[in-house]
């Protein structure tokens, strides 16, 4: 079995280090990963400059993009064969309820998924890495589960891993996102010239943090698992849409 691994914290993260010895025994490992942090990238692909790719002196790949750049380079032209799985993280931090948009460690995982290759993407909730032997326990636990029993569909999961002990830690929990208040207000500062700038604020608060979500689960000390998908099309709003639309469009004869 081939597993392809990326971050968005970078290369040298200690997620990423503790995810790889994590996965080391069970499978052929190739990590291909930000040359720096790149948290908040989201679904970005580099189209404006090439992209290089080095090797540490670990043997990890480094790609100077975007999480999504690291797995589709891969994909399209690094590796010589197919991997089975693409793993990401482990992340410094939740990625849960609409963070999954903005999160860098996601959109590696989605890469991976868009080319029909089953996908998961592993955080730890609170920033600091605490216990991250714990959480890199729990992903070895869910690729074992794959080895041994592969989903048939092309599958994308968020894997959310409170930061506590593996004793403490609650059995994983099947979860539907939830959703936060919006972003606390921008931080304004300004540079030594004087010159406005602006520090993008903290994520706000849990909305709908009810029983059932991600929120909720991990609260409890559970991990949670949320299995994810991107057809973004707002189903419940295509018939009111056509008939909002007028049955003679006369825009395109002006």
């Given at each position: 079995?081939?597993?392809?691994?990326?971050?968005?914290?970078?290369?040298?993260?200690?997620?990423?280090?503790?995810?790889?010895?994590?996965?080391?025994p069970?499978?052929?490992?190739?990590?291909?990963?930000?040359?720096?942090?790149?948290?908040?990238?989201?679904?970005?692909l580099?189209?404006?400059?090439?992209?290089?790719?080095?090797?540490?002196?670990?043997?990890?790949?480094?790609?100077?993009?975007?999480?999504?750049?690291c797995?589709?380079?891969?994909?399209?032209?690094?590796?010589?064969?197919?991997?089975?799985?693409?793993?990401s993280?482990?992340?410094?931090?939740?990625?849960?309820g609409e963070?999954?948009?903005?999160s860098?460690?996601?959109?590696?995982?989605?890469?991976?998924?868009?080319?029909?290759?089953?996908?998961?993407?592993f955080?730890?909730?609170?920033?600091?890495?605490?216990?991250?032997?714990?959480?890199?326990?729990?992903?070895?636990s869910?690729?074992?589960?794959?080895?041994?029993?592969?989903?048939?569909?092309?599958?994308?999961?968020?894997?959310?891993?409170?930061?506590?002990?593996?004793?403490?830690?609650?059995p994983?929990?099947?979860?539907?996102?939830?959703?936060?208040?919006?972003s606390?207000?921008?931080?304004r500062?300004?540079?030594?010239?004087g010159?406005?700038?602006?520090?993008?604020g903290?994520?706000?608060?849990?909305?709908?943090?009810?029983?059932?979500?991600?929120?909720?689960a991990?609260?409890?000390?559970?991990?949670?698992?949320t299995?994810?998908?991107?057809?973004?099309?707002?189903?419940?709003?295509?018939?009111?849409m056509?008939?909002?639309?007028?049955?003679?469009?006369?825009?395109?004869n002006?």
């Amino acid at each position: 079995m081939l597993i392809l691994i990326s971050n968005d914290d970078g290369y040298f993260a200690p997620g990423l280090a503790a995810l790889v010895e994590a996965l080391r025994p069970l499978a052929e490992l190739i990590v291909v990963a930000p040359e720096t942090n790149r948290s908040g990238s989201s679904n970005s692909l580099t189209l404006d400059r090439p992209l290089s790719v080095r090797k540490a002196t670990n043997g990890f790949l480094y790609v100077n993009g975007t999480p999504s750049d690291c797995v589709h380079v891969a994909l399209t032209g690094l590796l010589d064969r197919r991997p089975d799985l693409v793993v990401s993280g482990i992340n410094d931090g939740q990625n849960m309820g609409e963070d999954t948009l903005y999160s860098g460690t996601v959109a590696a995982a989605t890469e991976g998924y868009l080319f029909g290759i089953p996908s998961i993407a592993f955080s730890q909730v609170s920033k600091g890495w605490t216990h991250l032997d714990a959480a890199a326990a729990a992903a070895r636990s869910f690729v074992e589960r794959f080895i041994a029993r592969p989903l048939e569909a092309p599958t994308l999961l968020n894997v959310n891993i409170p930061n506590l002990p593996l004793s403490e830690l609650k059995p994983p929990r099947v979860t539907r996102l939830g959703r936060r208040h919006p972003s606390e207000p921008v931080v304004r500062s300004s540079t030594p010239y004087g010159e406005p700038v602006y520090w993008i604020g903290p994520a706000g608060k849990a909305a709908d943090a009810t029983p059932g979500t991600d929120f909720h689960a991990c609260a409890d000390g559970a991990v949670s698992v949320t299995p994810l998908r991107f057809d973004l099309t707002h189903a419940a709003q295509i018939e009111p849409m056509r008939e909002w639309i007028p049955a003679e469009w006369t825009g395109a004869n002006r």
